[in-house]
C-alpha cells in the first residue's frame, strides 16, 4: 500500500494563478481532510469529506475549493493564488477505531506539498 | 472556544526520560492524539486516549485526565531520532474534527 500521496511536492505561484493539489489514498478510507500548516500557527483544517461526493468547511476554507468525486482521491483547488497561501499542505485520511467504550478516527498524513505564492 | 496549549520548545539529553504536557478546553470531546513531527515530514501517530488513564506503547507512553482537560506524552530512554515536533490533536465530537496544538520542539541533545 502506498497509503497516502500528494502530488506536486513543490510548486511555486504568481499571484493570481490557479492550481490543483491531488491526495489520494489506497486504504479504503472514507474521511478525507487537507490542512496547511503554518510556523507558529500549528496544522489548521481547510476543508474536510465524509465521504464521497460530499464536503465540508474546516477551519480555513476562504480562497480554497475541494471536491471527492472518488473515494480514494480529494483535490484541493486554488482558483487565484495569493501570497497567504504560501504554506505547507497535507493531506490526510481517517478510519474508525472501535473500542470496548468508545472509538474514534485516527488521521494518517501525506508527505505534504510545498507551496509559495509570489 | 477551543483551545489547546503545549509548551513551544523542550530539550533533553539522550536517555533520559522527558513528559510533554497538552492541556485543552474544546467544545465537545471525543478523544486525544499525539503525533510525531520530523522537520520537513509528514506528521506520524504516536498514541491515542480517550478513557482517563495510561496507555503505553514501547518507549512511548501517552496520559489523559478528562476532568482536568490534560494530557501527556511520556518518552523514555530518549534517543537523537526522538528529536522532533510532537503535536496534541483533540477529537471533537462536533463535525469529528481533529484541533491541534502548536506543537512542542523537542531537541534531544548527547
Known amino acids: 500500500n502506498a497509503g497516502v500521496t500528494q502530488t506536486p511536492k513543490f510548486r511555486v505561484l504568481k499571484t493570481g494563478q490557479s492550481m490543483t493539489l491531488l491526495c489520494a489514498q489506497d486504504?479504503?478510507?472514507?474521511?478525507m481532510y487537507w490542512y496547511r500548516q503554518d510556523p507558529g500557527m500549528g496544522l489548521r483544517l481547510i476543508h474536510y469529506?465524509?465521504?464521497?461526493?460530499?464536503?465540508a468547511k474546516g477551519e480555513v476554507p476562504d480562497g480554497y475549493n475541494v471536491s471527492r468525486l472518488k473515494k480514494q482521491n480529494f483535490l484541493l483547488g486554488l482558483e487565484s493564488a495569493a501570497p497567504s497561501q504560501t504554506s505547507v499542505y497535507f493531506c490526510?485520511?481517517?478510519?474508525?477505531?472501535?473500542?470496548?467504550?468508545?472509538?474514534?478516527?485516527?488521521?494518517?498524513f501525506g508527505p505534504g506539498t510545498r507551496l509559495t505564492v509570489l | 472556544g477551543q483551545n489547546i496549549d503545549q509548551p513551544t520548545e523542550m530539550t533533553a539529553t539522550e536517555g533520559a526520560i522527558v513528559q510533554i504536557n497538552c492541556t485543552y478546553q474544546?467544545?465537545?470531546?471525543?478523544?486525544l492524539f499525539w503525533y510525531q513531527q520530523h522537520a520537513g515530514e509528514a506528521p506520524t501517530f504516536l498514541s491515542y486516549?480517550?478513557?482517563?488513564g495510561l496507555e503505553e506503547k514501547g518507549r512511548f507512553s501517552s496520559f489523559l485526565s478528562r476532568s482536568k482537560g490534560y494530557s501527556y506524552l511520556l518518552l523514555k530512554e530518549l534517543q537523537m531520532k526522538d528529536s522532533a515536533s510532537y503535536l496534541c490533536?483533540?477529537?471533537?465530537?462536533?463535525?469529528?474534527?481533529?484541533?491541534f496544538g502548536q506543537g512542542t520542539e523537542l531537541s534531544v541533545k548527547p
Open positions: 474544546t467544545s465537545g470531546f471525543n478523544g
Open positions: 469529506s465524509v465521504g464521497e461526493g460530499t464536503t
Open positions: 490533536a483533540v477529537h471533537s465530537n462536533q463535525g469529528g474534527k481533529l484541533i
Open positions: 486504504m479504503n478510507h472514507e474521511y
Open positions: 486516549n480517550v478513557l482517563d
Open positions: 490526510a485520511s481517517s478510519y474508525r477505531i472501535r473500542r470496548k467504550l468508545a472509538s474514534t478516527d485516527t488521521q494518517y
